[in-house]
Structures are given as structure tokens and as C-alpha cells.
């Protein structure tokens, strides 16, 4: 699976807020990826808040929120402006939520469900095997 992050950008009219909305996969080796949309964000207008949005994406890890933290209030080119919020989800999705849906199979039927039908309209049943002797 590729590990591999997208960023949709949105900046109100206003121009006090950008929301950088990360899809796709957020790791520990990708995250430098994010740091300069973060550092251009926060110096685009002086004293703009900057949102982090990570609720959209497959795949975070844990260290690399904590990079993208660490990194954002260390960067020397942006000091003097405000904090930047990261908005996560309450349980950080891994991908073995998107491992397992990948080898589902299908719905299940409850006990006693009739057997979904097989074949169109046209369709020939197949015949019944039959035990020989």
C-alpha cells in the first residue's frame, strides 16, 4: 500500500484561517512532506490560524503527530505567530482497519436466511448431484 499523503488546502475569505486537510496516509518517515505546507500556511498572512485536519485520513501514526507538534512550534522562520491546532480523530486509524476490509468477503447470512438467488432470469438450475449405486 502506498503511504503516501494528500492535502486539500481551504483559506477563508477573510484570510485569518487555513485549514489544511490531510487524506490519504500520515507517517513517521512521510510527515517532513507537511512541514513546508505548515511553514507557508503559517506565513502566507502575519498572524493567520492555521488548522491541521487530520479526521479525513486512512493512516496516522502516532510519532508522526508528534513530529508535525514538535516541528510547528520549533520552526525558527514563523516565531510570533499563533499555535498551530491539529484536529485528530478520537482513535487514530492504523491500516489494519484497511487490511481487514480488503479480505471481507461479503455479508453474512443469519441462520435460516433462504439462499440469495443464483443466475437471471433465463438461467438454467444446474441438476443435482446424485450419489451413484
Same mark, same amino acid.
Given at each position: 500500500? #502506498? &503511504?503516501?499523503? $494528500?492535502? +486539500?488546502?481551504?483559506?477563508? +475569505?477573510?484570510?485569518? #484561517?487555513? !485549514? %489544511?486537510?490531510? $487524506? /490519504?496516509?500520515?507517517? *513517521?518517515?512521510? #510527515? =517532513?512532506?507537511l512541514c513546508p505546507l ?5 506565513? +502566507? ?13 486512512? &493512516?496516522? *501514526? ?11 512550534? &520549533?520552526?525558527?522562520?514563523?516565531? /510570533? ?13 492504523? &491500516?489494519?482497519?484497511?487490511? =481487514?476490509?480488503? @479480505?471481507? !468477503?461479503?455479508?453474512? !447470512? =443469519?441462520? @435460516?436466511?433462504? *439462499?440469495?438467488? !443464483? @443466475?437471471?432470469?433465463? $438461467?438454467?438450475?444446474?441438476? *443435482?448431484? =446424485? %450419489?451413484? @449405486?
Amino acid at each position: 500500500m #502506498h &503511504h503516501k499523503p $494528500s492535502v +486539500l488546502v481551504q483559506v477563508d +475569505l477573510d484570510g485569518r #484561517h487555513i !485549514r %489544511l486537510v490531510v $487524506s /490519504g496516509c500520515v507517517t *513517521e518517515l512521510n #510527515h =517532513r512532506a507537511l512541514c513546508p505546507l505548515v511553514r507557508r500556511a503559517r506565513t +502566507l498572512v502575519p498572524g493567520i490560524a492555521v488548522v491541521v485536519d487530520l479526521t479525513t485520513a486512512h &493512516h496516522v *501514526e502516532p510519532a508522526a503527530v508528534d513530529l508535525l507538534r514538535w516541528a510547528a512550534e &520549533h520552526e525558527d522562520a514563523v516565531r /510570533g505567530t499563533p499555535a498551530v491546532d491539529f484536529v485528530l480523530p478520537a482513535e487514530l486509524p492504523g &491500516h489494519g482497519a484497511v487490511t =481487514r476490509l480488503a @479480505g471481507w !468477503r461479503g455479508a453474512r !447470512r =443469519r441462520p @435460516g436466511a433462504p *439462499e440469495p438467488a !443464483r @443466475g437471471g432470469a433465463g $438461467s438454467v438450475a444446474a441438476p *443435482e448431484p =446424485r %450419489l451413484a @449405486g
